[in-house]
């Protein structure tokens, strides 16, 4: 009979580049994927690795700084072990901003904080020939993007490749709990056993049973067009965002939904997207739509991703990433790696902790 160390539930980005840490170290891992690997908000995202405020809360800053500095020797790992290219880029990125200092929330001085420099119009037309600026300011900031499909393809052929067991279409149905601890997880089909378990289901993360930390989906609606003039920077602007990529296709993202577990995309929704990223590009008049799609974030109340143990010894959780998943890959795996093992932390991890809900919970009973 085989064993494990340890089982991760979710085969997406945290899952799979938790695996990997953990396998690094020399434990056996079993990833339990209820669908299929990858298949879910990692296959659904944009891939911008953002990390400055105002889009991140600021607790969240020094663990998404530190993420994307650690990005290009991740994404080389990856795609040494997986022999895959994972359309990394550096190209940077345009916002667009209604009003020079205030429009989407920066301040003159965050806007030096975030690395964020003005770009005068002329210098726009020469950067992105393509690009209207309407009414807005552009700022660029150094920033990576990554292609999430192409990056979630590399850690499942690396987890093959390090041998860690994977089983897909086996949705967990309870973490199963003896005397305190944990002790495996158990599906419809079957129980695997393990001293440590590490909930990695995304939007699904909070309605498995113990259920300790709540998480909630949060649709996403995105497409992806081609045939279009190629862009050379992520351009973000109020209503979408563009991310392009080296084949030639154009992302454009993406909604803020609450619509529970629903990942139907709506035509009128699509072509909402469509015309936003005409308004900013109108040469994408002439794209045509490739492909559209929906993820589901998985949400959680105060915004920040939960990540550590719960009270259940050997019970952990690393979800709740909300619009970050991508970006916090690889910090999420090194800081939940260091917390499983027992390491010394290199980061504060109580903002995040899954006793943040148990506490609150215990105050309001
Ligand atoms: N990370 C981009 C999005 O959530 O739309």
Request: glycine share 10%; net charge neutral.
């Amino acid at each position: 009979m085989r064993t494990w160390e340890v089982i991760i539930i979710g085969g997406g980005i945290i899952g799979l580049s938790l695996a990997l840490a953990l396998r690094k170290r020399g434990m056996r891992v079993l990833i339990v994927e209820r669908g299929e690997p990858g298949r879910e908000a990692s296959y659904a995202a944009a891939g911008m690795i953002a990390d400055f405020a105002p889009e991140l809360p600021p607790l969240l800053l020094p663990l998404a700084i530190a993420s994307a500095r650690m990005y290009p020797e991740f994404v080389h790992e990856l795609q040494d072990e997986s022999g895959m290219n994972v359309d990394l880029r550096d190209n940077g990125t345009l916002l667009l901003s209604a009003h020079a200092a205030s429009g989407l929330g920066w301040k003159s001085e965050s806007e030096t904080q975030s690395g964020l420099e003005f770009v005068s119009p002329e210098a726009v037309a020469k950067l992105e020939p393509e690009l209207k600026l309407n009414e807005h300011v552009a700022f660029f900031r150094k920033e990576r993007s990554v292609d999430p499909r192409a990056l979630t393809a590399a850690a499942i052929q690396a987890a093959k490749h390090r041998e860690i067991d994977i089983v897909s279409g086996n949705p967990v149905e309870g973490v199963v709990i003896s005397a305190g601890r944990v002790s495996g997880v158990s599906t419809g089909k079957t129980a695997y056993s393990a001293p440590v378990v590490v909930n990695c289901a995304g939007a699904w993360a909070g309605s498995i049973p113990p259920c300790q930390f709540p998480t909630r989906p949060v649709k996403g609606q995105i497409l992806a067009v081609i045939g279009a003039p190629v862009l050379r920077h992520v351009v973000r602007g109020g209503e979408v965002y563009l991310v392009p990529r080296t084949d030639g296709r154009i992302l454009v993202g993406a909604t803020l939904e609450d619509a529970g577990y629903d990942k139907r995309v709506e035509p009128d929704v699509v072509q909402r997207l469509q015309q936003s990223a005409i308004e900013m590009v109108p040469a994408l008049r002439m794209a045509t739509l490739h492909k559209a799609w929906a993820g589901l974030r998985p949400g959680t109340a105060d915004g920040l991703p939960i990540l550590g143990e719960t009270s259940t010894g050997g019970y952990f959780v690393a979800s709740g990433h909300y619009r970050d998943g991508i970006l916090l890959a690889p910090i999420t795996a090194k800081v939940m790696a260091q917390v499983i093992c027992g390491e010394k932390l290199e980061y504060d991890l109580s903002a995040v902790s899954p006793l943040r809900f148990e506490e609150k919970q215990l105050a309001m009973g």
